[in-house]
């Protein structure tokens, strides 16, 4: 029997939660970026069984990506239709009358959408804008909002651009009617967006709730990978197969919307003296801003006094996390004060640049 091969990929990873899925992509009257790479993205998701409905307010530019497009206002059967081409194309195009007002076409079009969406029941929207994501006042991209955050959109540092808070209003009326998620991203940052952690745009959810929990063996070809991450980034120590294979065992995760991995921990016990160590712990830099490392130290914190350990402790080469650390009530100690256990095959020249905390849970 031949030996599978269990190396993880992000892009498969994802792909497995489209898989079965219908997803719509909003194409605006004139978008920039390449159709050919979005049309390499459409590729894969049609070989992965995902179908996709494209909307847009001007027929030629659906026509170079699918082979059909219907207008919604010429047929009274339209879901329906749509429907039958899905079965057979897996790709079909959706393309609304350009209904312009004095508000602008932009705004027409992002109601169509909804409208749309509402209609299909589609699991996801992409909304592709030349911009790429939503930006605060200073610029910088805003990686995650949920539905709260939109109430307050008027006050968030978003453009005051009236297109943008008509669209802002009607993706916050399609999650409160059911829509699990919607991502705004450009053209060309489709496929980071849609197929990497990472991504390149705004995933906008209806809540932004964040569960810990143990990982099951399901959980663990992602926090594998997020393990090997975090040692190329050098925020974790190189370690052999073995020691992650141990680490996965006493590991934990944290979740938003109970499906986004965003961040990983593990619990390592230290028997002989009576102590826990909070180890692999890395977050992913999308959620970074979204108080996921508290989560994971609270969750490991709580095992950890449950079990009756007497305290916990960490170590780390970057003097950001050692930051983070003091701010969840660790203590800077020096290396012999942790358990012997900890350096038992530890590399020396490693050991002279950790920052040393710990934690008494007496």
């Known amino acids: ?205 209806p809540e932004r709730y964040v569960e810990v929990r143990r990982l099951g063996v399901d959980d663990f070809d992602a926090a594998a990978d997020l393990i090997a991450r975090g040692v190329e980034e050098g925020y974790l120590a190189p370690r052999s197969e073995a020691n992650v294979q141990a680490a996965l065992g006493q590991s934990f995760g944290a979740f938003i919307e109970g499906r986004y991995l965003a961040g990983i921990g593990a619990l390592v016990t230290h028997p002989e003296e009576n102590q826990g160590e909070i180890a692999s712990l890395y977050t992913l830099t999308r959620f970074l801003g979204e108080g996921v490392g508290g989560h994971l130290v609270n969750f490991a914190v709580e095992r950890a006094r449950e079990a009756g350990y007497s305290a916990v402790f960490a170590c780390t080469t970057s003097p950001r996390v050692e930051t983070f650390f003091l701010r969840q009530g660790f203590s800077a100690v020096d290396g012999d004060a942790l358990p012997a256990s900890k350096w038992r095959d530890y590399p020396s020249e490693r050991r002279v640049k950790l920052h040393c905390l710990a934690r008494s849970l007496d």
């Open 1 to 205: 029997m031949a030996q599978r091969d269990w190396t993880f990929s992000e892009r498969e990873f994802y792909l497995a939660e489209f898989r079965g899925r219908t997803l719509g992509i909003a194409l605006p009257s004139s978008p920039e970026g390449s159709l050919e790479g979005l049309g390499s993205v459409l590729a894969d998701l049609a070989k992965n069984g995902t179908r996709c409905v494209l909307l847009s307010p001007r027929s030629d530019v659906l026509q170079p990506l699918t082979p059909t497009v219907i207008d919604p206002d010429s047929s009274a059967n339209w879901v329906g239709e749509l429907w039958r081409v899905l079965r057979q194309e897996m790709t079909a195009g959706l393309c609304f009358s350009a209904e312009v007002t004095p508000r602008g076409e932009g705004v027409a079009f992002a109601a169509q959408c909804r409208q749309a969406v509402q209609a299909l029941r589609l699991a996801k929207l992409i909304w592709i804008d030349a911009r790429g994501c939503l930006s605060d006042s200073s610029g910088k991209r805003i990686s995650l909002l949920d539905l709260s955050d939109l109430e307050q959109a008027s006050s968030s540092g978003f453009s005051a651009a009236e297109e943008d808070q008509a669209l802002l209003t009607e993706i916050r009326g399609a999650l409160e009617d059911g829509l699990a998620s919607v991502n705004i991203c450009s053209m060309d940052g489709l496929a980071d967006e849609l197929f990497t952690y990472a991504g390149s745009g705004t995933l906008l959810t």
